[in-house]
Nanobody
Framework: QVQMVESGGNLVQAGGSLRLSCKVS????????MGWFRQAPGKEREAVSC????????YYEAFVKGRFTISRDNAKNTLYLQMDRLSPEDTAMYYC????????????????WGKGTLVTISS
């Protein structure tokens, strides 16, 4: 059974930082590309960033603008998202997702999902 558990979400002030983690079990982590997605209240889910199996290939949505860094530790079966210079517009539920196959950062291409961690940024 695949389990993906996000953590690290919190309430922080604008300009602050958070580090999200996603601990994965039940699949061969090194065989999967991984990604972070988010859904703000009243909005559709959107991609944030994705990383390939090796960790060398990374993709970021334009709105990240150099503020976020995706990484993975294949020895720990864990995905990370370092988020700096946060703004209220980053307030959302953040989800990690996994995909086996060609690299993609489209939500409909992902095979497994976590349940999310809530990030709230106050102004």
């Amino acid at each position: 059974q695949v389990q993906m558990v996000e953590s690290g979400g919190n309430l922080v002030q604008a300009g602050g930082s958070l580090r999200l983690s996603c601990k994965v079990s039940g699949l061969t982590f090194v065989d999967y590309g991984m990604g972070w997605f988010r859904q703000a209240p009243g909005k559709e889910r959107e991609a944030v960033s994705c990383i390939d199996e090796s960790g060398f290939g990374r993709y970021y949505e334009a709105f990240v603008k150099g503020r976020f860094t995706i990484s993975r530790d294949n020895a720990k079966n864990t995905l990370y998202l370092q988020m700096d210079r946060l703004s209220p517009e980053d307030t959302a539920m953040y989800y990690c997702a996994a995909r086996r196959g060609d690299f993609s950062c489209r939500d409909y291409d992902m095979h497994f999902w976590g349940k999310g961690t809530l990030v709230t940024i106050s102004s």
